[in-house]
């Protein structure tokens, strides 16, 4: 038999397709035979195998008809089961500032595979910084709209994700009129106590402040929101079936307070308070007056661990250190009720918004896991949990009162891979917060951490899915390189397998001549295999 290897302009993802072996090429294969199955496999060069090689478009093509990959084709691959749905995150930068959609040959291509591997959807960051990046009020959605589009024509479910902040990874910064406000009015950012600016999001203390020409921070997000669900309607319940509203520092409802650390680099810090911006001193002064305690608003604690500082010796977070006295009780309390306001603002807002949409509405929670053994639990605290007193059911109540579904990060971490010396436990305050979200009635969805993970992380996650944890959604992070590398994708592909109870093992008869078309997608190459 002989085999046709087209090729087609070079489609690669950042990074993408890199192999050190001149002889093998790593690729995906699809089969759309009735029952659909993908793999991932290398091509190794044969001499013995005779192959002809012509540049032609992206299409699909076949001596007797064209082997193409719609939503009404495919229906029985992605109706989802009773159970938990699977979603995969598209690349952080899939719509560039100038309004295109970068890498959009690779993710159209990603997007057939995931398809026919069977996931539900896919989930997309819309960034207010690209969105409305030269003037307030002025949204450009036309690449998001292409992008959406796409997702729609392939078949697959949609979760937007609205970005109110920026990423500096990807290069990716808050609206370019915000940062003109913030060069004469700096304490919209916030700030820790050597003055350091993280100007990645808002500071909390401008969420009611008319500081962006006579509008609060609240009403530009709500414009922002408006003008989304005016945009998209056509996609809205259809395409479009969740959405997470951003809430803080990489979208997470918390403050930045391991700013000056390398998210790349495990240290024993425990981070730093982020209230020293003036508007956030102005609400500490004022709450500390109504208490009757007026020196106790004048700056936050003295004896605070910095950054990198052990939270736990001669601290702030000690045993039996300040956080146990009467002014540590009142700076938490205050500290962590700004943050419990933000998340009750900013999701009724949502809530009011899309309430006449069949959307589902989510925030995302953080999983601050390092010194959790501790009585202090100084890393959440100091990012605004204030575990002491059970601020997560504070939290968990108000996702419950704006009936929104709570994202939960870190299913794929297990406790023995966890340095011993930072006291941590990412699988005991999983728990904790689930356990809060079960009571009062809110629905949890789940992401990972890490992207590509070993065969110990996916049955971890495997096993926060299954029996009786009451998850629907899974949000695999992310398509791009790592996602599609040869050490990734099967070991995803038999996550997908095991969860969704595919059958997706590819056999020597997908490629052989009884009647199926097999499509081959190369990283980086975009190659196409067909039967002569």
Same mark, same amino acid.
């Given at each position: 038999?002989?085999?046709?290897?087209?090729?087609?302009?070079?489609?690669?993802?950042?990074?993408?397709?890199?192999?050190?072996?001149?002889?093998?090429?790593? %690729?995906?294969?699809?089969?759309?035979?009735?029952?659909?199955?993908?793999?991932?496999?290398?091509?190794?060069?044969?001499?013995?195998?005779?192959?002809?090689?012509?540049?032609?478009?992206?299409?699909?093509?076949?001596?007797?008809?064209?082997?193409?990959?719609?939503?009404?084709?495919?229906?029985?691959?992605?109706?989802?089961?009773?159970?938990?749905?699977?979603?995969?995150?598209?690349? %952080?930068?899939?719509?560039?500032?100038?309004?295109?959609? !970068?890498?959009?040959?690779?993710?159209?291509?990603?997007?057939?595979?995931?398809?026919?591997?069977?996931?539900?959807?896919? &989930?997309?960051?819309?960034?207010?910084?690209?969105?409305?990046?030269?003037?307030?009020?002025?949204?450009?959605?036309?690449?998001?709209?292409?992008?959406? @589009?796409?997702?729609?024509?392939?078949?697959?479910?949609?979760?937007?994700?609205? /970005?109110?902040?920026?990423?500096?990874?990807?290069?990716?910064?808050? $609206?370019?009129?915000?940062?003109?406000?913030?060069?004469?009015?700096?304490?919209?950012?916030?700030?820790?106590?050597?003055?350091?600016?993280?100007? +990645?999001?808002?500071?909390?203390?401008?969420?009611?402040?008319?500081?962006?020409?006579?509008?609060?921070?609240?009403?530009?997000?709500?414009?922002?929101?408006?003008?989304?669900?005016?945009?998209?309607?056509?996609?809205?319940?259809?395409?479009?079936?969740?959405?997470?509203?951003?809430?803080?520092? @990489?979208?997470?409802?918390?403050?930045?307070?391991?700013?000056?650390? !390398?998210?790349?680099?495990?240290?024993?810090?425990?981070?730093?308070?982020? /209230?020293?911006?003036?508007?956030?001193?102005?609400?500490?002064?004022?709450?500390?007056?109504?208490?009757?305690?007026? =020196?106790?608003?004048?700056?936050?604690?003295?004896?605070? $661990?910095?950054?990198?500082?052990?939270?736990?010796? =001669?601290?702030?977070?000690?045993?039996?250190?300040?956080?146990?006295?009467?002014?540590?009780?009142?700076?938490?309390?205050?500290?962590?009720?700004?943050?419990?306001?933000?998340?009750?603002?900013?999701?009724?807002?949502?809530?009011?918004?899309?309430?006449?949409?069949?959307?589902?509405?989510?925030?995302?929670?953080?999983?601050?896991?390092?010194?959790?053994?501790?009585?202090?639990?100084?890393?959440?605290?100091?990012?605004?949990? /204030?575990?002491?007193?059970?601020?997560?059911?504070?939290?968990?109540?108000?996702?419950?009162?704006?009936?929104?579904?709570?994202?939960?990060?870190?299913?794929?971490?297990? +406790?023995?891979?966890?340095?011993?010396?930072?006291?941590?436990?990412? &699988?005991?305050?999983?728990?904790?917060?689930?356990?809060?979200?079960?009571? !009062?009635?809110?629905?949890?969805?789940?992401?990972?951490?890490?992207?590509?993970?070993?065969? &110990?992380?996916?049955?971890?996650?495997?096993?926060?899915?299954?029996?009786? =944890?009451?998850?629907?959604?899974?949000?695999?992070?992310?398509?791009?390189?790592?996602?599609?590398?040869?050490?990734?994708?099967?070991?995803?592909?038999?996550?997908?397998?095991?969860?969704?109870?595919?059958?997706?093992?590819?056999?020597? @008869?997908?490629?052989?001549?009884?009647?199926?078309?097999?499509?081959?997608?190369?990283?980086?190459?975009?190659?196409?295999?067909?039967?002569?």
């Amino acid at each position: 038999m002989e085999m046709s290897l087209i090729g087609a302009s070079p489609v690669k993802f950042s990074q993408l397709g890199n192999n050190n072996n001149n002889n093998s090429i790593p %690729m995906i294969i699809c089969s759309s035979s009735t029952k659909s199955r993908i793999g991932f496999c290398q091509i190794t060069k044969c001499p013995n195998v005779s192959l002809r090689v012509a540049t032609r478009s992206i299409s699909i093509s076949h001596s007797q008809h064209a082997a193409s990959i719609n939503a009404s084709e495919d229906n029985a691959i992605s109706k989802p089961k009773d159970g938990v749905k699977l979603y995969v995150g598209l690349p %952080m930068n899939s719509v560039s500032d100038c309004h295109s959609i !970068n890498h959009s040959r690779a993710i159209s291509a990603g997007l057939r595979a995931l398809k026919l591997l069977g996931v539900e959807g896919v &989930e997309l960051p819309i960034w207010w910084g690209v969105a409305e990046k030269e003037a307030m009020g002025k949204y450009q959605w036309s690449g998001y709209l292409t992008l959406v @589009d796409m997702i729609q024509k392939a078949g697959l479910k949609l979760h937007v994700t609205l /970005c109110f902040h920026g990423c500096k990874q990807e290069n990716i910064h808050l $609206p370019k009129w915000v940062s003109e406000i913030g060069e004469s009015e700096p304490d919209i950012f916030f700030a820790d106590r050597s003055g350091k600016r993280y100007k +990645d999001c808002l500071s909390f203390g401008v969420d009611d402040l008319p500081v962006f020409h006579g509008k609060t921070a609240m009403n530009v997000y709500q414009g922002f929101v408006e003008s989304f669900k005016t945009s998209f309607s056509p996609f809205m319940g259809f395409t479009i079936t969740g959405i997470t509203i951003g809430m803080g520092p @990489d979208g997470e409802l918390r403050y930045p307070s391991q700013q000056d650390q !390398n998210k790349n680099k495990i240290g024993l810090g425990a981070g730093e308070f982020q /209230c020293y911006d003036q508007n956030m001193m102005n609400n500490l002064k004022k709450h500390s007056e109504n208490h009757g305690n007026p =020196n106790w608003g004048l700056s936050g604690p003295h004896d605070a $661990p910095s950054y990198n500082q052990h939270p736990i010796i =001669n601290t702030f977070f000690k045993e039996e250190g300040s956080w146990q006295t009467p002014y540590g009780d009142f700076f938490l309390s205050w500290y962590s009720t700004q943050l419990v306001s933000h998340a009750d603002k900013i999701l009724s807002m949502a809530a009011s918004s899309f309430s006449d949409t069949p959307v589902i509405l989510s925030g995302k929670l953080p999983l601050i896991y390092s010194w959790y053994r501790t009585r202090s639990h100084p890393a959440e605290v100091a990012a605004g949990f /204030c575990n002491t007193v059970n601020r997560y059911e504070e939290i968990i109540k108000v996702f419950h009162k704006n009936s929104c579904r709570m994202i939960l990060p870190g299913m794929d971490l297990l +406790d023995e891979q966890e340095p011993n010396e930072l006291c941590s436990s990412p &699988e005991m305050l999983l728990e904790e917060i689930r356990d809060g979200c079960r009571r !009062n009635g809110v629905e949890v969805c789940g992401q990972n951490l890490e992207i590509a993970g070993s065969s &110990e992380s996916f049955e971890q996650i495997r096993k926060n899915l299954v029996g009786g =944890n009451g998850i629907e959604v899974f949000v695999y992070q992310r398509m791009g390189a790592q996602f599609f590398s040869p050490e990734n994708f099967p070991s995803f592909s038999a996550f997908v397998r095991r969860i969704k109870e595919l059958e997706l093992e590819l056999d020597s @008869d997908d490629l052989g001549g009884n009647g199926r078309d097999s499509v081959v997608f190369v990283p980086g190459k975009n190659l196409k295999m067909q039967a002569a």
